[in-house]
């Protein structure tokens, strides 16, 4: 018991961030059109693409003679960026054509 | 001072994705909130490259692995992402969401390889010391929801794009209540086993939660894979954010947590649009193995009707309406589309697009479509608003549309897909089914509209179909 109040208050600052941010992705899509269901789908799948930041990390520190950390860092890079530019790019390619339409009228 | 500097990009980050979901969530400022979250993901990647010190004061190394990573990941991704057809686009998204995945999984693994090692080294606890611990948990909840999501995506992409095929197995739902229980348990045993089982235990957790991403999505019917990618999606989100419990990263654990929550959120936004409950879509296996009871139900005579009667119809009705499905988006025949729709405008007829919030693969794939043609944006009218224009309809062209037309869904109590709202098609004059042959819907179930007395079918491939039917009209 103890030890689980010890985690918690050790990691206090995070659970504040997590519950407020849970609060947070509710409220901020909470009222999206439908259209619009498919293009935000796709750009939170390039936000989670933040994970990439991990895959950063864990190839820098990654010692010169431990292959594999550094290769399956290497492919945690490759697969983090795949996500990130393919997302947004896609995201982008959906939202042209709305932006395209509008101007026609 | 760096590390200052980085924990302000991070904030900067976080804030840009906050305003990125935000704008992406209204119509006008969608295509900018998509920039300015890919701009703070640039900022905080580019920072951590160059600014990131780990406890001890260590600088990353290993710059020619994380930029060569880096650089084959960017033009894969932009090439797969530009050259991809629009139809595809939602599987692509599946394919995106599970690298994401893949790469919250690795990152576990590794730390998890790097802390095991570490302890067997130093052994200041011994080697059958409980790894109780906080980040422990985290670690093994990321390779977990990490993995689940890349296989279960993985399928879901193989599904959409026709190589997967729905798959029913006896007592699906126990195996995959047990599955997902066990593989949680796992990682309870992880933790309280001592260091040297741990490797084990952590390979046996990847294989498990592999097995049952797979198992996941399997039996779920093709028609619900959209609801099934927005679920992955979100847990990608919440993989992420482990990452970000472990290395104390604030623009990750926001990132990951927001796209956690708004995912979850969009998933069931999507479920109330096709009427469900995200429970019954799990565990539903939708058009799978519980369609039987509908195919004896409709059956009856169909009525053909020839190009040239259909080009007749049509110019001599006062209002169309469009109701434009998957069959129209795997046509290509958008394009075309668009042609018949100026064609019959200029001689007076008034053209509208009926859009059933499900209609194509995901909830508003239909509008990107029809964007894509060129479609002005009033044409196109929301179920709820077009539905009581249908009784004031000469005629309806459904364009390789099935299941989001079928009536069954407000009058069959035993119809799978009962209770899902449909557009009330049969209310106009005439209804012209354009369709490749009787073949059914995703849902895997007979149509009684097709039978209806007020019904004509047009057989033939969408877009040649149309194209003659373009001409034809311009000859009337």
Redesign the interface.
Known sequence: MEQVLLFIYDNREIITIVILSIFLGIEVIGSVPSVLHTPLMSGANAIHGVVIIGAIIVMGKAEPDNYIALVLGFFAVILGTLNVVGGFVVTDRMLEMFKKKKKTN | MQTHLLEIIYLI?SIT??L???M????DS??K???V??AG?IL??VG??FF?E?ADH??????I??F???I???V???F???K?Q?TA??E??S???G??G???A??S???L??FFHHYNETEILGSSYPL?R?DIMTMVLGLIIGSVSFAGSMIAWGKLNGKVKDFAFPAQHIINIVLMIGVFALGGVLMFSGITAAYTWMYLILFVALVYGVLFVLPIGGADMPVV??LL??F??V???C????????????????????????TI??CK?MNRSLLNVIIGSFGGSSTGSAVAGAAGDIREITMNDTAVLLSYSKKVIIVPGYGLAVAQAQHVCHELEKALEEKGVEVKYA?H?VAGR????M??LL??A?????K?V?MEEINPEFSSTDVVMVIGANDVVNPAAKRDTSSPIYGMPVLDVENATTTIVMKRGMAKGYAGIENELFFEPKTRMLFGDAKATLQKLVAEVKAV
């Open positions: 980050g994705f906050i990125g979901l935000k992406l969530s209204h119509p969608a295509r909130g998509n920039l979250a890919a993901m905080a990647i951590t490259i990131y780990d260590n600088k990353l190394g290993n710059y692995w994380i060569g990573g880096l084959i990941g960017t894969a991704g932009f797969a992402a530009k991809v629009m686009m939602p692509m998204v394919l995106f969401n690298m994401g893949a790469c919250a690795i990152i693994i590794v730390e390889r790097h109780l906080g990618i927005s999606n979100s990608t989100g993989a992420a954010a990452g970000g419990f472990l290395y104390h990263n604030s623009v990750m654990l926001t990132g990951g947590i927001l796209v956690g929550s708004a995912g979850t959120i969009l936004l999507m649009a859009i919030p995901m909830p508003g794939h509008n990107v964007a894509e060129d479609v002005p944006y009033p196109l929301e």
